[in-house]
């Protein structure tokens, strides 16, 4: 087999195996946690994953085009702006708790139905069928639009962690930007797939245990310290 499709094959699924890294996992845990829809946790994922494939294909290829390592400076500052954000997202989080972002007020139940082909959000107090305003449903439409960004922003800073390895790869088996450039939008692409549908496994069941408040607590708490205690001790272990 011609040596640059054995690289590209091999490319797919390192790409593959890249998006089960843990730092990638617990910073996505803490965003799909959020979620309380299926459809909404797998958007997470494929977002990371875009902005992973991005930052990842740019920055590699000016590497393999100037033909040169990432500086190990540069590598290492990089690795620990992924802990940063580790930390940062988890805070976020577990501010989101205290906030009671998460809870909904005493006798009241927040669900989403179907009427005809729309799905509407409402809520029940009581015997009380009650519709939120157009301002409410737009608050939320605004939020599920941070969210995404999060989720684009988290791959893209990941993406450009990994640059080092992924490039100093490359240099040492293709020889020729075209080949390399194919290489690093495959791996990317793997990335995408993996982390796709990595995350639409995960949120089947977070959806499912989103329905009951404290379960959602539970599992925002859980997420938040997770990625505290992760993201020092990467900055540990970078350093």
Known sequence: MDPVVSAVLLGFLLGLQHATDPDHLVAVATIVTRE???????????????????TLAIAGMIVVALGRNVPGRVATGLELLVAA???TLGVLRLREVIRGILVVAPGARVADHHHGAREVVHAHHGAAHVHPSTALLAAWRDEARRVGLRALL???VHGMAGTAAVALLVLTTLHTVSAAAVYLI?????????????????AYPVAQLARLRRMREAMAVVSGLAAIVFGCWYAVRVV
């Open 85 to 87: 954000m580790l930390v």
């Open 186 to 202: 495959v791996f990317g692409i793997g990335t995408l797939a993996g982390m796709t549908a990595l995350t639409a496994a995960m």
């Open 154 to 156: 988290v791959g893209a």
């Open 36 to 54: 309380r829809r299926f459809a909404a946790g797998a958007r997470v994922g494929l977002l990371w994953g875009i902005g992973h494939t991005l």
